[in-house]
């Protein structure tokens, strides 16, 4: 789990020189995030800068109800959603996740490389909040309480949101 | 135990950090061969998205995103400072205007009271010489005052002065202007 996950701050810093502070400490993991929800690096780089600026205009809505990673998330899930919806598209751009690395691999490389692609070719193309809750449990570490908060919907919702998402990854997997 | 309730298990046990099987299923995993395959399946899964190598920021973006992040707060700041100016350029246009509007509706509206405060009481040579002259005019101790001025400027109109004592020009105005003998 990420460090930073743990960490609940009570407000979001008011200074700016803390505030770039906590721009460093969040900005991978809602880069990231927001990288697997659009598939596109640029837009994501966008993105993220759109939600800590956001984040910064409304810090004083923060109440500390949620930790601050949640609170940005749900900022970052928002700004993706508005823009999919802007786009109108339901798979993003993922032929810039071509460019993202990989882990290496020596042994069985071929036949892991095969593996990868086929997944990476699935996740971009699920449903935007089953993608989602997919992204924020598996590589978020998430608890569905957070990622329901997030997604603005009941627990047992944000838990479908993910099984079916898992089903359809797993499918993709053995059917292609 | 059901194959479905295992593998619905297996499901939510999956993070980033690999597939955490709790104990009471182990016995199950290992008799059931469509719940092994299940699981090999997941972990396999797991490992091709876990490959994904972590996705961080390189170092050109991450100037360039705290460079944009903090020209758009201080344009944003800045604007918010201008929409404040603009206000504050505004109180006078409006707040002038308004609140000579509302004195002008008070002074039209509001009926004027009585800027009498305080009256003293007529002593009892005072009093005796009004109910001699008026005869019993009750007990309002304002209406006794402006008899008594009155019938004092009658005698005398330089005690009448004296008789008012503490009071304002303006009280002894409105007390000769709404009361007058001829209502006793």
């Known amino acids: 789990m990420p ?12 200074s700016r020189e803390e505030f770039s502070e906590f ?21 994501a780089l966008d993105l993220t800068q759109d939600t800590f600026v956001a984040a910064y205009e409304h810090r004083a809505a923060f109440r500390g109800e949620s930790a601050a990673s949640t609170w940005l998330f749900q ?8 823009l999919l919806k802007k786009l109108q598209r339901e798979t993003p751009l993922d032929d810039q996740l071509e460019s993202a690395p990989t882990a290496s691999d020596p042994e069985g490389e071929l036949q892991q490389k095969e593996l990868v692609s086929k997944v990476r070719e699935k996740l971009p193309r699920l449903p935007e909040k089953q993608r989602e809750a997919f992204v924020l449990r598996f590589y978020e570490q998430m608890k569905f309480n957070d990622i329901a908060r997030i997604q603005g919907c009941s627990v047992s919702a944000a838990k479908t949101n993910y099984a079916e998402a898992l089903k359809k990854l797993r499918r993709h997997l053995l059917t292609t | 135990m ?65 460079q944009e992040i903090d020209r758009q707060i201080d344009a944003s700041e800045a604007e918010h400072q201008e929409r404040t100016l603009r206000w504050v350029r505004w109180i006078p246009r409006i707040a002038i205007p308004a609140v000579a509007a509302a004195a002008l509706i008070l002074t039209i509206f509001i009926p004027q009271k009585s800027p009498v405060t305080e009256v003293l009481n007529l002593t009892d040579d ?59």
């Open chain 1, 3 to 14: 460090d930073s996950q743990n960490r609940t701050e009570a407000k979001i810093p008011n």
């Open chain 1, 23 to 43: 721009v460093r400490q969040h900005q991978n993991r809602v880069f990231a995030f927001l990288m697997r929800m659009t598939g596109n690096r640029e837009t």
């Open chain 1, 75 to 82: 900022i970052a899930s928002n700004k993706a959603k508005n």
């Open chain 2, 2 to 66: 059901k194959c479905k309730e295992v593998q619905n298990r297996i499901d939510f046990a999956l993070t980033g950090q690999g597939v955490e099987i709790p104990e009471e299923f182990r016995s199950h995993l290992e008799t059931c061969g469509a719940c092994s395959a299940y699981l090999e399946q997941i972990e396999e899964l797991a490992a091709a998205l876990e490959s994904q190598a972590e996705i961080t920021l390189s170092p050109e973006e991450e100037l360039l995103l705290h």
């Open chain 2, 126 to 184: 005072e009093l005796a010489l009004v109910y001699y002259n008026l005869g019993d005019i009750g007990d309002d101790a304002l209406v006794q005052k402006a008899a008594f001025t009155q019938i004092a400027q009658e005698i005398d109109p330089l005690d009448a002065e004296d008789v008012l004592e503490g009071a304002s020009d303006e009280e002894i105005r409105w007390l000769m202007n709404n009361l007058s003998m001829e209502s006793y």
